[in-house]
């Protein structure tokens, strides 16, 4: 059973940064594309960043390209996003996302799913 746990999450002041990780277990990790979604108040849930089983491909939503940055870690089984200059608007629920696709972007591609990890970003 897969399982994605996320952590980092928390209150930073407009300008500042965090770091996300998620830490998965019950599959074959580096088989796996990996990607990061999040979803605000009232909002629908909508793509951040996605990276490929190696780690050489990674795909950023417009609203986030050049402050984010997403990798990962084959050896540990993990994934992190690197929020920089974050924005009041960043502030929502993230979650970390599993998909056996080659390249994944959307919502559908993706089959597990983490409980995410609650950012909040104050002005």
């Known amino acids: 059973q897969v399982q994605l746990v996320e952590s980092g999450g928390g209150l930073v002041q407009a300008g500042g940064s965090l770091r996300l990780s998620c830490t998965a277990s019950?599959?074959?990790?580096?088989?796996?594309?990996m990607g990061w979604f999040r979803q605000a108040p009232g909002k629908e849930r909508e793509f951040v960043a996605s990276?490929?089983?190696?780690?050489?491909?990674?795909y950023y939503a417009d609203s986030v390209k050049g402050r984010f940055t997403m990798s990962r870690d084959n050896y540990k089984n993990m994934v992190y996003l690197q929020m920089n200059s974050l924005k009041p608007g960043d502030t929502a629920v993230y979650y970390c996302?599993?998909?056996?696709?080659?390249?994944?972007?959307?919502?559908?591609?993706?089959?597990?799913w983490g409980q995410g990890t609650q950012v909040s970003v104050s002005s």
């Open positions: 996302a599993a998909s056996t696709l080659i390249v994944a972007k959307t919502e559908p591609d993706f089959g597990s």
């Open positions: 990276i490929n089983w190696s780690g050489v491909l990674t």
């Open positions: 019950g599959l074959t990790f580096r088989n796996y594309a």
